[in-house]
């Protein structure tokens, strides 16, 4: 990159001409290289990981909850008491509003939306399939398993772009007034999956008083997968939904998630929802169907493992530790492309990932090219419904699972294949 000095519109002809020689030959020594890596998905390492070993035996024989449920038998549907006021002081609501799941809370979410879709959040006559094709605002770029949850299910999406401080409200507003069967929104609040926008106080407000413009069966899923992932000592503050929501009346359109998959075990953590007592009543009679109860020796794991607040936080930290140096050298990296016009980035403070915009028709081409360099990126469109981004320029950036060298790699490759991208667009402008 060291040869592209000036924004690339500063480019003659010619110029553009020796760079697009010079990147392509940059990019077949990294296709000779017989590179191997991987920055597709939001995975802990595996140095993270370890840092949860001691769950491995933690309860030493000891099978009795605080309550003294032997939590080696069938029962306890909505969690173990402890395992309950460890979730709420995460998501920041009453133990009463809690839920403990398995170790999936993309599950939860899943189990929740098809429940009101097919069954009704309410009782008979409520579901949304009986009024027709219900649909849910996606904001983008977002995360793709909610648009997959939707997609699963039948229910049409909208598209609402994210803003610095969260859905461009105007608009979510503008569609729910527009449109009785818009029953739902997809959120992650802090550290917005990829982009990594925090909410901002007015925004989690506004959230708070769409019940009362859509109707007593719309939900916001509230997705605060990255509650406690900050990555430095003095992160933002998400405001509380619950408690806006609870001013306004508004409790039962709100329905929060969160779990431990990227604090301890990410295939055996556990997974925990928050939503009115209203709504718990009627959502916990149909698992009842479903379930006799979820696996309650590992909330006992979690409960000893994580006792506190301040436990957490402390385990956080150590977190922090391991994979800030991969985004702060993911940053350096694109701080290469600084000044030049190629593309647009964001600096996350915390969460999983880094959103790149390339010039517009560009992010299939980057991501075409880095795999064939053999550096894999979540396809171009993904952070889009039906993996359709309109203008073909967001990637999503998971640095969190290789090591520090591959994403060094790795992102040499990927800012010369931007390189290469833009240079070979522009030269077929001219």
């Known amino acids: 990159?060291?040869?592209?000095?000036?924004?690339?519109?500063?480019?003659?002809?010619?110029?553009?001409?020796?760079?697009?020689?010079?990147?392509?030959?940059?990019?077949e020594r990294f296709k000779q290289a017989g590179l191997k890596l991987d920055l597709t998905r939001g995975k802990p390492g595996a140095d993270q990981l370890a840092l949860s070993n001691a769950l491995d035996g933690i309860l030493g024989g000891d099978f009795k909850a605080g309550d003294g449920t032997d939590v080696r038998n069938y029962g306890g549907l909505d969690g173990l008491p402890e395992?309950?006021?460890?979730?709420?002081?995460?998501?920041?609501?009453?133990?009463?509003?809690?839920?403990?799941g398995g170790n999936s809370s993309l599950m939860l979410m899943y189990q929740y939306v098809q429940f009101c879709h097919t069954m009704g959040a309410k009782g008979a006559g409520t579901a949304w399939q009986t009024e027709g094709t219900a649909k849910f605002i996606c904001l983008v770029p977002g995360y793709d398993r909610h648009f997959t949850v939707c997609e699963n299910l039948g229910i049409a999406m909208l598209t609402v772009p994210m803003t610095a401080t969260g859905p461009d409200m105007e608009k979510v507003e503008a569609l729910l007034r527009?449109?009785?069967?818009?029953?739902?929104?997809?959120?992650?609040?802090?550290?917005?999956?990829p982009s990594g926008e925090v909410y901002s106080d007015e925004t989690v407000q506004r959230m708070a008083a769409l019940g009362n413009i859509a109707g007593r069966h719309f939900r916001i899923m509230w997705d605060n997968a990255y509650a406690v992932h900050d990555l430095d000592g003095h992160p933002p503050v998400l405001a509380n939904l619950m408690d806006a929501c609870r001013a306004q009346g508004t409790q039962d359109s709100l329905f929060i998630t969160g779990s431990t998959s990227?604090?301890?075990?990410?295939?055996?953590?556990?997974?925990f929802a928050a939503t009115s007592e209203?709504?718990?009543?009627?959502?916990?009679?149909?698992l009842s169907a479903v379930t006799i109860g979820p696996d309650k020796v590992n909330q006992l794991r979690h409960a000893r493992f994580l006792k506190n607040s301040e436990d957490l936080q402390a385990h956080m930290r150590k977190h922090a530790a391991l994979i800030k140096p991969k985004f702060d050298l993911v940053q350096q990296h694109l701080s290469s492309l600084d000044g030049k016009g190629m593309g647009t980035w964001t600096t996350p403070r915390g969460g999983?990932?880094?959103?790149?915009?390339?010039?517009?028709?560009?992010?299939?081409?980057?991501?075409?090219?880095?795999?064939?360099?053999?550096v894999k990126l979540t396809p171009a469109g993904a952070t889009f419904p039906y993996g359709k981004d309109p203008e073909d320029k967001n990637i999503r950036i998971a640095p969190t699972f290789p090591a520090l060298a591959e994403i060094d790699q790795a992102m040499q490759v990927f800012v010369t294949c931007v390189a290469l991208a833009s240079v070979q667009q522009r030269l077929a402008k001219l």
């Not at 990159?1 to 030959?25: P, R, W």
């Not at 990227?262 to 997974?271: E, L, R, V």
């Not at 209203?278 to 149909?286: C, I």
């Not at 999983?352 to 053999?374: C, I, N, Q, R, W």
């Open 1 to 27: 990159m060291g040869n592209i000095t000036l924004e690339l519109s500063a480019y003659n002809k010619d110029e553009l001409t020796a760079l697009e020689h010079s990147l392509v030959q940059q990019y």
């Open 83 to 100: 395992t309950k006021a460890f979730a709420a002081s995460v998501l920041g609501v009453k133990p009463e509003e809690i839920l403990v």
């Open 178 to 193: 527009a449109d009785p069967m818009i029953k739902g929104i997809w959120c992650v609040p802090k550290y917005s999956n």
């Open 262 to 271: 990227k604090i301890t075990f990410a295939g055996a953590g556990i997974s």
């Open 278 to 286: 209203d709504n718990l009543k009627h959502l916990k009679k149909w």
């Open 352 to 374: 999983y990932f880094a959103s790149f915009d390339t010039l517009p028709g560009l992010a299939k081409t980057v991501v075409k090219l880095a795999d064939e360099a053999g």
